[in-house]
Every structure is written in C-alpha cells, then in structure tokens.
C-alpha cells in the first residue's frame, strides 16, 4: 500500500490477517440454526394446524354421535317398559296386534308403548316396524324412540300425540265440535302426501306402507300429521316397479283392487296412492254424514256418492257443516277420485299428488271409476275393519 508520510509517498507491505476458522465456524454455525430454527418454526406450525383441525374433526364427530344416539332407536328391558307404562296404567287403545299404553321416558317427554301380542304373527310387524323406522327421519312420519325384544315379550315406544288420530276428527265430521276446519283439513292432506312421498322416494330404499288410513295418522299438539304404524310395509329398491306379494295385506276398504286381483295390474308404489285416495274422501264425506242412507253404517261405498255429487255440482259444505270456503274440500275430492282409478297406471304418483293438492286450483273431474273397469256397488261395500285375506299367487 501507499505510505504518506508527508514527505513522499513510499510503498510499504502490510501483513493483512485472515478469518480465523473459529469465525467460520460461528458463521456457519449462525446460518445452519437460523434455517434449521425456520424449519422446525414452519413444521410446528403445520402439526399444530393438523392437529387442530383433527381435534376439530373429532369434535364434529362426537356431536354427529350424540345427534345419532338420540335419534337412533334404544332398546329397553321389559322392566324398563314396565316403569315407563307405571304397570300398565294408563291404556290408550287395543288393536289387532297389540295394545298401546300411555307412558314417560321424563317429566316432560311422554311416549305411546305398543306392547305386541305373542299369539300373532311371527315377529313379522315386529321386524318392519323396527327395521323401517329405526333409519327414516320426517316431519309426517312417527318417530320410533326404542324398542324391546325381552325373551318372547316385544314392545315398541312411539312419540305420544295428544290429539290422537285423525279418525277422530273425521269419524265424526258432521259434528262441529269436532271439525278442524277446511284449512287445517288441507293442510294435515298435505302433510300426509308429502310423508308417503318421502317413503316412496326420499329414502335409500321405497318403502311401501300397506296400511295408509285415517286411523294410522297422528296428530301432534299443532296438528301435523304423522304416518305410523309399519307393520305391514314392505321394502324394495326405487328402480323396481313390481312387487311381489303372497298374501293380501292391509284393511279392507283401503286395499287398492290389485292386491286382490292382478287383473288391474301389478302391486306397486301406486297401491298406497289408492289407499291415500280413500284417506282423502273420507276426510271430505265422513263416514257417519253418511251413514244414514244405508242400512248398514259398516258397509258405506262413499266414493260413488262423493262423485256423484261432484258430478252434479252439489255443494259438499252442507254435509260438514262448515261455513267456510267450498274450493277446498272439492280439490281434495277430486284428488281423491284421481288417487283411486281402478288401474294404477291411471293413478298419479304423490309428487303429483302434493302438487295439485298445493298448486293446483282449477282441477278438472277425473274419468268416473264406477262407470266400468271396476266392481258393481253391490260388491263394493267397505267394511271398516281389518280383515286377514287368503293368499294369493306370487308373482313370476
């Protein structure tokens, strides 16, 4: 380098000192830490985001498993529906294959306990009902809270309606006192399509009630509609339009004519829609507002009777007693009429059915049923209660 001594400038040498290795170690050492201190920062950071979203996961689970356990049918003891029912006190009702008791499950939650006869059957209903309702969950079907299979006594455990059945109400329809009204009527005919709608297509497999009637329809404390009593429903795949059946099944009035004969056609989905087309005539015409012009009050073939009147553009207010708007009860005449035509083919299917029943205002009358294709007045009587019927062919 330059030497400036202020004289001249002079050259001199200098001695210039390397980096001892000690600093490139330090260097090395600082540079290393820093990325591997970055890679660990960066790798806690992603285990700490999955294991959060795990923990996440595993409480979204837990949740799921206790929404499921309440809905998920539970299965009690006999003594466990002995306690419930209080003994048996409080009996609400007796049918073919049981008898339904009143019972608690808490201080708030009262329930219906169908204890089944063990002389009946083969457990059949009993596997229906359970294996049905146990995986179904709508606003218009009844929900199946447990069970009990103890030894050879079976008991099911219902929600409990106060209001009963809709036979209740429209047994009597004649008398005010017991009318709910055209709205309220409407709208229970509507909830009731949409739950054998849900059952036919809203479910992984159709399930076919068998049974739909007045007297299995609940109502809950505001009057929704609740579809029960599966004993008799059968199960298949949505892509199978034929059934087949060895023994008639249902109760006599609302079997629709191909259950008996394979004349009218194959049994299918469109059986119930029969039946839901009684339900709705019978809503519209009551059984006991007709009773006095037949010697019989059990054998009533109300649906001729409605159509006639419908026909002759009669009024069916003055047969309820109500002084509300006549539109109504007409639609669910006619839709009614249109649900029950002889060949099922000639049926609607219940999505059609819920769309006229809420859409639809001007409807037009359907071909009358009675006119030919079906069986003569005479043999057409609807005895109100249920009957076993003799087997007929299963279907090649």
């Given at each position: 380098?330059?030497n400036?001594?202020?004289?001249?400038?002079?050259?001199?040498?200098?001695h210039?000192?390397?980096?001892s290795?000690?600093?490139?170690?330090?260097?090395?050492?600082a540079?290393?830490?820093?990325?591997?201190?970055l890679?660990?920062?960066?790798?806690?950071y992603?285990?700490?985001?999955?294991?959060?979203?795990?923990?996440?996961?595993?409480?979204?689970?837990?949740?799921?498993l206790?929404?499921?356990?309440s809905?998920?049918?539970?299965?009690?003891?006999?003594?466990?529906?002995?306690?419930?029912?209080?003994?048996?006190?409080?009996?609400?009702?007796?049918?073919?294959?049981?008898?339904?008791?009143?019972g608690?499950?808490?201080s708030?939650?009262?329930?219906?306990?169908?204890?089944?006869?063990?002389?009946?059957?083969?457990?059949?209903?009993?596997?229906?009902?359970?294996g049905?309702?146990?995986?179904i969950?709508h606003?218009?079907?009844?929900?199946?809270?447990g069970?009990?299979?103890?030894?050879?006594?079976?008991?099911?455990?219902?929600?409990?309606?106060?209001?009963?059945?809709?036979q209740?109400?429209?047994?009597?329809?004649?008398?005010?006192?017991?009318?709910?009204?055209?709205?309220?009527?409407?709208?229970?005919?509507?909830?009731?399509?949409?739950?054998?709608?849900?059952?036919?297509?809203?479910?992984?497999?159709?399930?076919?009630?068998?049974?739909?009637?007045?007297?299995?329809?609940?109502?809950?404390?505001?009057?929704?509609?609740?579809?029960s009593?599966?004993?008799?429903?059968?199960?298949?795949?949505?892509?199978?339009?034929?059934?087949?059946?060895?023994?008639?099944?249902?109760?006599m009035?609302?079997?629709?004519?191909?259950?008996f004969?394979?004349?009218?056609g194959?049994?299918?989905y469109?059986?119930?829609?029969?039946?839901?087309?009684?339900?709705?005539?019978?809503?519209v015409?009551?059984?006991?507002?007709?009773?006095?012009t037949?010697?019989?009050?059990n054998e009533?073939?109300?649906p001729?009777?409605?159509?006639?009147?419908?026909?002759?553009?009669?009024?069916?207010?003055i047969?309820?007693?109500?002084?509300?708007?006549?539109?109504?009860?007409?639609?669910?005449?006619i839709?009614?009429?249109?649900?029950?035509?002889w060949?099922?083919?000639?049926?609607?299917?219940?999505?059609?059915?819920?769309h006229?029943?809420?859409?639809?205002?001007?409807?037009?009358m359907?071909?009358n049923?009675?006119?030919?294709?079906?069986p003569?007045t005479?043999?057409?009587?609807?005895?109100?209660?249920?009957?076993?019927?003799?087997?007929?062919?299963?279907?090649?």
């Open positions: 380098r330059l400036n001594n202020g004289i001249k400038s002079e050259v001199e040498c200098v210039v000192s390397k980096a290795q000690t600093t490139k170690f330090v260097a090395t050492g540079t290393l830490g820093l990325s591997i201190l890679v660990l920062v960066i790798a806690l992603h285990v700490y985001s999955a294991d959060r979203k795990e923990k996440e996961n595993r409480i979204k689970i837990e949740r799921f206790e929404d499921y356990k809905l998920k049918p539970s299965r009690y003891s006999y003594a466990d529906i002995k306690r419930i029912t209080n003994e048996f006190k409080d009996k609400l009702g007796q049918g073919a294959y049981g008898t339904v008791y009143k608690k499950l808490s708030e939650f009262f329930v219906a306990v169908k204890v089944l006869n063990n002389s009946t059957g083969n457990g059949e209903e009993f596997v229906n009902e359970v049905t309702m146990g995986h969950h606003v218009n079907v009844v929900r199946l809270v069970f009990c299979a103890d030894g050879f006594r079976r008991a099911l455990v219902y929600e409990f309606f106060p209001n009963g059945s809709l209740d109400f429209i047994s009597s329809a004649d008398s005010k006192n017991n009318f709910l009204g055209w709205e309220k009527l409407h709208d229970i005919a509507v909830g009731i399509a949409k739950g054998i709608e849900y059952l036919h297509q809203g479910c992984d497999q159709r399930i076919l009630h068998f049974d739909i009637k007045p007297h299995n329809v609940l109502l809950d404390h505001n009057f929704t509609p609740k579809i009593d599966f004993g008799l429903a059968k199960l298949c795949s949505k892509d199978q339009s034929i059934v087949s059946m060895t023994t008639a099944r249902g109760t009035g609302y079997i629709a004519p191909e259950v004969s394979r004349n009218f194959n049994v299918s469109k059986s119930d829609v029969y039946s839901f087309g009684m339900l709705l005539l019978e809503m015409g009551g059984r006991k507002s007709i009773g006095a037949t010697n019989n009050t009533i073939y109300y001729e009777w409605i159509y006639n009147l419908l026909e002759g553009e009669d009024d069916l207010r047969h309820i007693g109500d002084d509300g708007d006549g539109k109504i009860p007409k639609k669910l005449a839709v009614g009429l249109r649900c029950i035509q060949h099922p083919v000639d049926r609607p299917s219940m999505k059609t059915a819920v006229m029943l809420e859409g639809v205002d001007n409807l037009t359907p071909p049923p009675f006119a030919s294709g079906g003569t005479t043999h057409a009587s609807i005895p109100a209660r249920r009957l076993e019927l003799e087997a007929i062919a299963e279907l090649e």
